[in-house]
C-alpha cells in the first residue's frame, strides 16, 4: 500500500505568520504609529487666530500641526495657496517650518514594512515551535507523533544474561525469541506468535530488563513507551500516538513494542468516576484494542506490556487474541537472590570473604533492585572508608541501611532511654530464642537510626518460608510483643517504642482471622480480600459492621494470649535478661552468636 505523503505542519504555520503580518501592516500599525486627525482649513485659520497652534509643518502637499498644551494630538489639513499664512503664523508667534520632502528608495521602504516583520515572526516562530517540542507535552506540531524510544541491537545491550532468578519468565520467552529466528517451521505446523505478552510482578522485579533482553536476544528493534505518554489533556492525543506507534512498528517489523505501566492506559472502562472524565484514556484504550486485531501476529510484531496492578486491567485487553500469554514475574527466592547478587556483584571488586548466599539469607523479600541497591551502597561504604575491595561487613551494613536507615551519629540516647532500648531489644530476642518456630538471632543493636528507630532486633531464616503455619504466625506476634513485655517486667512501664511491633502484630492477628482462616471464632471464613497483591496489603472487609466488630474482638484476643506468653517467657528467663542487657549497653551491637553464647552459658 502505497504511504500517502504527509503534509508539512511547519509551512502552514508560517504561512498563517505571513497572513498576520499582512493584517497588522494594512490595519493595525498605521492606527497605532500615525495618531492623526484631519481637519479643514478654515477650522486651521481659526485656530490660528485663536492662539491655539502651538507648531506647524508645512510639507509639499499637505500641513502637519500640533495645538498649545496638548502634544498627544496632531491635525492634518490639506495645503492652500494662502500667500498670508506666513504672516499670520508670525503674528500668532507659532513656530513652523517647510518640510522638503527626500527621495526615499523604496526598496528600503519595502523591506522595512514588510521583509523585516516577516523575518522576525520567523525568528520567534521557531524558537516558540523550540521551545514547545523541548516541552514535550504541549506541543502542536507533534501531537499525534508517538514519543517511543526506538532502540537497535546495539542499543539495547542485554541479554537474558543479565536476567537471573527469572527462569520461568525467560523459559516462557524463548519460544517467542526462538519464533522471531525461525518464523518458518512455526508456519508449517500452523502455529503462530502470540500478538502481546503481558509481565505482571510486583515493582523492581526485572520486567522492563527482561523487555530489554528479550529484544536483545530477537535482535530486533525495541519500541520502549510509558503508557502514561500516550495521554494528553487533548482529546485524541492518545489515540493518534498509538496509531502513529502501530505505523511505526510496521515499518521496521519484526520487532517488539514495549508499554510500561500499561495500566495508565488499560484500567477497566467499568471502574467509575465521574461521567466523561475519562473520555480521552478511553478513545486511547479503545484505539489500542483496534490496533492488536489490526495486525497480523506472523509480520513479527510482538506487543510487551508490564503492569503491577493486573486487577483492574480492562477485560477486552486480555482476552485470547490481544494478550494471549501472561508471565509472573514474581519476588526471587533464596537461589534466585543469590544469582541476582551474582549478577550485579560482577560490577564491584568483592573481598575474598564475601559469602553472597548469606547475605541472600538475610534479606528474604527483597526485590531484584533492592538487591542491585544493596551492592551500589556496600560499594559506596567501602570506598568511603578508604579500601579498594568490597567485604562482607559493608553488604551487611548495606542491608541495614536499605532496612533501617543510616546510623545517627549525632543522636545521643540519654541513660534511662538506652536503658529502657536495650532491654525492649533483647526482649525480642529472647522471645524469639525461647520458642521453636521463630527465626535465629543474627544481630542486636542499640544504634539510632535515620528511620526512626533506636534499634533493632534482626532475625534471619535459614531457608525461604513459602507458607506460613499457625504455630508460625503466633510465634511471630509473640516476638513483637517481647519488647513491650520486658519493658513493663523491668521498669513497670510502658513506652512508644513498641508502636511500630504492635502496628505488625495486629497486621498478622487480622490476617490469620480474616484471611488464613486460623480463628476457632470464624473457621475457614473468607472475612476481607486483598486488592492488589503486588502493591502492598490494602484490604477490603467483606463482612457487615456487626461481624467486623467480633473481629476485632477476636484479635485482640490474639494480641493479648501472645503478649501473656511473651511476658511469662521473660519472667522465666529474667536473669538472661539483665546479662544481655548490660552486654549490649556496653557493646551498644551484639552478633546473633554472641547472644546465644551468653543465653546458654551457666
Keep these: 500500500m502505497k504511504e500517502e505523503p504527509q503534509k508539512n505542519p511547519r509551512m502552514s504555520f508560517y504561512l498563517i505568520i505571513l497572513f498576520a503580518v499582512i493584517l497588522l501592516n494594512a490595519f493595525v500599525f498605521p492606527k497605532i504609529f500615525d495618531r492623526v486627525e484631519d481637519v479643514d482649513y478654515g477650522t486651521f485659520l481659526n485656530m490660528v487666530d485663536d492662539g491655539k497652534v502651538e507648531k506647524v509643518e508645512i510639507r509639499q502637499n499637505y500641513i ?9 494630538v496632531t491635525y492634518k489639513t490639506g495645503a492652500v495657496d494662502d500667500p ?18 527626500k527621495e526615499n528608495s523604496p526598496i528600503l521602504t519595502f523591506a522595512l514594512t514588510w521583509i523585516i516583520p516577516i523575518i522576525i515572526f520567523i525568528i520567534f516562530g521557531q524558537m516558540l515551535a523550540k521551545r514547545m517540542k523541548s516541552g514535550g507535552a504541549g506541543n502542536a506540531l507533534t501531537f499525534g507523533k508517538s514519543n517511543a524510544r526506538v532502540y537497535v541491537e546495539a542499543e539495547v545491550g542485554k541479554s537474558f544474561d543479565d536476567v537471573a532468578g527469572q527462569d520461568e519468565a525467560k523459559e516462557a520467552l524463548m519460544e517467542i525469541v526462538d519464533f522471531l529466528h525461525n518464523p518458518k517451521k512455526y508456519k508449517d505446523i500452523g502455529a503462530k506468535m502470540p500478538k502481546g505478552v503481558l509481565l505482571v510482578g510486583p515493582p523492581g522485579t526485572g520486567k522492563t530488563l527482561i523487555a530489554k533482553a528479550l529484544a536483545g536476544e530477537s535482535k530486533v528493534p525495541f519500541f520502549s513507551i510509558s503508557g502514561s505518554e500516550f495521554v494528553e489533556m487533548f482529546v485524541g492525543t492518545g489515540a493518534a500516538r498509538v496509531r502513529d506507534l502501530f505505523r511505526q512498528a510496521e515499518e521496521k517489523a519484526p520487532c517488539i513494542v514495549f508499554i510500561d505501566e500499561l495500566d495508565a492506559i488499560g484500567k477497566s472502562r467499568n471502574s467509575g468516576g465521574v461521567q466523561g472524565g475519562n473520555d480521552e484514556r478511553e478513545q486511547t484504550l479503545n484505539q489500542l484494542l483496534s490496533e492488536m486485531d489490526g495486525f497480523d501476529a506472523d509480520k513479527g510484531i510482538l506487543i510487551l506490556a508490564a503492569t503491577n496492578r493486573p486487577e483492574i486491567l480492562d477485560k477486552a485487553l486480555l482476552r485470547p487474541g490481544r494478550f494471549d500469554r501472561r508471565i509472573p514475574v514474581e519476588l526471587p527466592d533464596l537461589t534466585a537472590r543469590e544469582a541476582i547478587l551474582n549478577v550485579h556483584a560482577r560490577k564491584v571488586k568483592l573481598a575474598d570473604d564475601v559469602d553472597l548466599h548469606e547475605i541472600a539469607k538475610m534479606i528474604p523479600g527483597a526485590s531484584g533492585a533492592d538487591l542491585a541497591n544493596i551492592v551500589n551502597e556496600a560499594a559506596l561504604r567501602a570506598v568511603k572508608l578508604g579500601r579498594q575491595l568490597v567485604n562482607q561487613s559493608d553488604l551487611e551494613e548495606s542491608i541495614e541501611v536499605v532496612i533501617a536507615g543510616y546510623p545517627r551519629k549525632n543522636k545521643v540516647l540519654q541513660e534511662d532511654d538506652k536503658l529502657t532500648v536495650a532491654y525492649h531489644e533483647v526482649g525480642h530476642a529472647l522471645v524469639a530464642a525461647q520458642q521453636s518456630h521463630s527465626a535465629p538471632v543474627h544481630k542486636i543493636t542499640i544504634v539510632p537510626r535515620t528511620s526512626g528507630s533506636l534499634g533493632y532486633t534482626l532475625q534471619v531464616e535459614e531457608t525461604d518460608q513459602v507458607l506460613m503455619s499457625k504455630e508460625q504466625a503466633l510465634d511471630k506476634i509473640t516476638t513483637f510483643m517481647g519488647g513491650r513485655a520486658a519493658e513493663d517486667i523491668i521498669f513497670n512501664r510502658i513506652t512508644s517504642g513498641a508502636a511500630n511491633d504492635i502496628e505488625q502484630a495486629t497486621k498478622i492477628a487480622r490476617a490469620m482471622v480474616s484471611r488464613y482462616g486460623m480463628s476457632d471464632e470464624f473457621g475457614m471464613m473468607a472475612l476481607e480480600t486483598v486488592n492488589n497483591p503486588y ?16 473481629i476485632d474482638d477476636e484479635v485482640q484476643h490474639i494480641i493479648k494470649t501472645c503478649y501473656g506468653r511473651a511476658k511469662s517467657i521473660l519472667e522465666e528467663n529474667k536473669d538472661k535478661l539483665h546479662e544481655i542487657a548490660k552486654y549490649l549497653i556496653e557493646k551498644e551491637t551484639i552478633s546473633g552468636q554472641e547472644f546465644m553464647e551468653i543465653l546458654h552459658a551457666k
Design 84 to 101: 498670508s499664512l506666513v504672516d499670520r503664523l508670525h503674528d500668532a508667534n507659532v513656530t513652523f517650518t517647510k518640510i522638503i520632502p
Design 535 to 550: 502493591l502492598g496489603e490494602d484490604t477490603t472487609l467483606l463482612v457487615s459492621p456487626e461481624t467486623a466488630s467480633k
Design 64 to 72: 502637519m500641526f500640533q495645538p498649545a498644551g496638548d502634544d498627544k
